[in-house]
C-alpha cells in the first residue's frame, strides 16, 4: 500500500438513514475522496433498541442512503465502511444491514467484496472474563457485574476500535460493516491504515462522526469533509448555507465528554489538552497537536441490555386551574385508590410514575422556574411484571384519575383531556442497561468475515 500525504474522508450524516442533501453529498466529489464513512449506531436512545434487537432507522432510509454510498464508493473504488451497523451494532442489526446491501447490489448488479466484522459476545464469554477479574464498572455509579445479570442478558456487544477496520482495508474490502464500534474508530482507522497519526486521525474521526453538527448551523443531517495531513487536519462543510469555524470545532470536540480535553477510548487516551483550532479561510478549521497515547491495559466497553417489565402510559390534558393546584396531592390520593382495589397484588410487581409537562418534566426538582401555567400535559406510566398487569393496572389509574372527586371541584365531569382514542397505549417489553462496563483483553475478540457478494 502507498502511503499517502493527504487523505479525504467524506462523512455524509451524523447517523446512517438520517438522510443528507444530495447535493453535498456530490460536491464531495469535487475533490479526491479517499473513502465514505458512516456511524450508524448509539446509545443516547437507551437499551431498547439493543434489547428489542430492533434499529434505529427505518429500512426504507436505510437502503436510501446506503444505495448514494455505495455507488459512488464502487463508482470511485473506495471503501464505504459502516460502524455500529443497525443502531446497536448486534447480530440481528448487521445481518439487516447485510441484507439491504445484498438488495441494493442485486439492483444495480454490481458486485462487491464485504467485509464483516462481529461485535457480539456470549454469556459464558462474559462469565468467564468475570470470574478471571477482568471486568468492572464504567463509573460510580453502575454497579459491579453479577453472573445473574449475565444470565438474564441475551444481547451482548462491545465497543471495537480501530484495528478490525484496519484488518478489513487490509483485506481489500468494498464495503466494510461493522458491529458495535466506538464511534470515531471506522473514521480514525482509514487514517490509520493510510499511515496518519493516530491522535489526528481519532480526533478527526470524533468530529466527523456526528456528520455537520460540528457546522453553524450544525446538524446531522448533511455532510461534511475531513482532510489529514502529516501534522494536522481539516474540516470543512459541503453546504453553502454552513460554515466551520474554530468555534464550532472546538465545541464539537467537547461533545458527549466528561473531561474537557481527555478522551478515553478503546486501549487509548486521546489528549486534547494542547490542540489548534485556526480558521484558515474559506470556512475551513485546521486543529492540530491532537495526542494518542497507548493505554497500559486495553480495555473494551461493554454493552448489555436485558427485559426488566412492561410498559403500559396515558397522554392527556388538565386545565382546571383547582385541579393543578393540588395535582400532587390528586395523584397520591389516586395511587392510594388503585393500591387498596388491588391489594392482592404485591406493590412489588408495579410502578406508577407521573410526568407533568409543563411544570418540572423535563428537569425535575432541579427546575429554577416557578409553575405559571394555565395548563398542563400529563402522562403516566405503568411499569409492571407481565402486560397484562401493566394495562389493568393502568386503566385504574387512568379512569380512578379521571373521575376522582378533589376538594372544591366545580364540575363532576371528567378532570383528563385525551388526544386520543384508546387512551391508554400499550408499550411493550422495557430493558435496561444490564451490563454496562469495561473488560480487560490481551486479543482482538472481534471475529472478521469476507463475503463475496
Known amino acids: 500500500m502507498q502511503l499517502k500525504k493527504q487523505l479525504n474522508i467524506l462523512s455524509p450524516c451524523g447517523m446512517l438513514g438520517y438522510g443528507f442533501p444530495q447535493e453535498s453529498f456530490e460536491r464531495a466529489f469535487e475533490y479526491e475522496i479517499d473513502g465514505i464513512v458512516v456511524d450508524a449506531g ?247 497537536n491532537s495526542q494518542f497515547i497507548k493505554d497500559d491495559t486495553y480495555r473494551i466497553k461493554l454493552e448489555g441490555a436485558r427485559k426488566v417489565a412492561y410498559r403500559t402510559f396515558v397522554l392527556a390534558g388538565i386545565r382546571d386551574p383547582l385541579l393543578l393546584e393540588q395535582i400532587d396531592e390528586v395523584e397520591q390520593e389516586v395511587l392510594h385508590q388503585v393500591a387498596l382495589y388491588f391489594s392482592e397484588i404485591p406493590k412489588s410487581a408495579y410502578q406508577v410514575n407521573f410526568y407533568h409537562y409543563g411544570h418540572n418534566a423535563v428537569l425535575g426538582e432541579q427546575e429554577p422556574e416557578i409553575f405559571t401555567g394555565h395548563e398542563m400535559g400529563v402522562m403516566f406510566e405503568v411499569l409492571a411484571d407481565t402486560q397484562d398487569l401493566a394495562n389493568a393496572i393502568c386503566a385504574n389509574v387512568r379512569s380512578t384519575y379521571l373521575h376522582y372527586g378533589y376538594p372544591n371541584r366545580k364540575s363532576s365531569a371528567g378532570n383528563l383531556a385525551f388526544p386520543f382514542a384508546p387512551s391508554d397505549v400499550e408499550f411493550g417489553p422495557v430493558y435496561e442497561f444490564s451490563i454496562y462496563h469495561l473488560m480487560d483483553i490481551n486479543d482482538n475478540p472481534f471475529r472478521f468475515e469476507l463475503m463475496e457478494v
Open 42 to 288: 448509539s446509545t443516547d436512545a437507551g437499551p431498547h433498541k439493543l434489547g428489542a434487537n430492533v434499529s434505529i432507522v427505518s429500512r426504507m432510509a436505510l437502503k436510501k442512503d446506503l444505495k448514494a454510498m455505495i455507488a459512488k464508493g464502487l463508482e470511485h473504488k473506495i471503501p464505504v465502511i459502516i460502524g455500529s451497523a443497525g443502531g446497536a451494532g448486534a447480530k440481528s442489526h448487521v445481518e439487516q444491514t447485510i441484507e439491504v446491501i445484498r438488495e441494493i447490489l442485486q439492483e444495480m448488479n454490481e458486485h462487491a467484496k464485504l467485509g464483516i466484522i462481529w461485535a457480539d459476545f456470549s454469556q459464558q464469554e462474559i462469565i468467564e472474563a468475570l470470574n478471571e477479574n477482568r471486568i468492572s464498572p464504567l463509573s460510580e455509579n453502575i454497579p459491579a457485574l453479577t453472573i445473574e445479570k449475565i444470565e438474564q442478558t441475551h444481547t451482548i456487544v462491545a465497543q471495537m476500535g480501530h484495528e478490525p477496520f484496519v484488518q478489513a482495508l487490509e483485506s481489500g474490502c468494498n464495503i466494510i460493516i461493522g458491529g458495535r464500534s466506538y464511534d470515531p474508530s471506522p473514521f480514525a482507522a482509514l487514517g490509520i491504515f493510510h499511515g496518519m497519526d493516530a491522535g489526528l486521525s481519532y480526533h478527526l474521526g470524533k468530529i466527523l462522526e456526528c456528520g455537520a453538527l460540528c457546522a453553524t448551523p450544525g446538524t446531522t443531517k448533511d455532510c461534511i469533509l475531513g482532510t489529514i495531513t502529516e501534522d494536522s487536519f481539516q474540516v470543512r462543510a459541503l453546504n453553502p448555507i454552513r460554515t466551520c469555524s474554530p468555534t464550532s470545532v472546538a465545541a464539537h470536540t467537547f461533545y458527549e465528554k466528561e473531561h474537557p480535553f481527555i478522551l478515553h477510548g478503546p486501549g487509548f487516551t486521546l489528549n486534547l489538552e494542547n490542540c489548534t483550532f485556526t480558521d484558515i479561510g474559506d470556512g475551513v478549521v485546521e486543529v492540530k
